[in-house]
């Protein structure tokens, strides 16, 4: 995997393991926050605790750090991470395969980015509807149906639900489902 380029903003591909400097999240994540005035970065604990002993605690976590504070995720007409600019354009004109994952497709910058690869590269297109007319190969279908089905074709299913049952406490039932009788 050279990189991973998310919307989400629940920082779940470092959870699942994925190594930080391998993920782009294009509109920031929760895994962070910062001073919107002083720009001065504020221990998430912190934030977490605030909002959770109600305004007036809100109020004198902004007091102590001089201003507002944001999580580090983009709200609309914001611009874009710096590291999206940084790595999208090479990223995407040297992969192999590029590989699209549950997404409208509706919204620029993001949109444009299957158009960046070069000639010949092939796309794979696991998502509920067709929205991309170029894309090789097109699995509909949910996300987790499509990854499963993928990690199956390619001998990986059962690494793939040995990992989710270690990490997660959860396993999959034949349907690739999880089985709800299971979940710790």
């Known amino acids: 995997l050279q990189r991973c380029y998310t919307q989400n903003i629940d920082s779940l591909e470092v959870l699942a393991g994925l190594p930080k400097e391998a993920l782009v999240a294009a509109h920031g994540n929760f895994d ?21 002993a109600g305004v007036e605690a ?50 620029k910058p993001f949109a444009g980015l299957p158009g960046l690869v070069k000639p010949g590269t092939p796309i794979l297109l696991l998502n509920r509807q067709q929205v991309l007319r170029s894309a090789d190969v097109f699995m509909q279908g949910d996300c987790d149906d499509g990854v499963l089905e993928l990690a ?22 034949a349907k690739g489902e999880i089985d709800a009788n299971n979940v710790v």
């Open 58 to 107: 809100c109020y004198e976590l902004n007091r102590r750090y001089g201003g507002l504070i944001k999580p580090d995720i983009v709200f609309f007409g914001e611009a874009l991470p710096t590291r999206f600019s940084e790595h999208s354009i090479e990223d995407l004109k040297s992969c192999d395969l590029l590989i699209i994952l549950g997404t409208s497709l509706k919204v």
């Open 152 to 173: 199956r074709l390619l001998g990986w299913e059962a690494e793939l639900v040995e990992l989710h049952e270690r990490e997660s406490g959860r396993w999959l039932d």
């Open 32 to 52: 962070s926050a910062t001073c919107i005035a002083t720009k001065q970065k504020v221990p998430l604990e912190e934030v977490r605790e605030a909002v959770m």
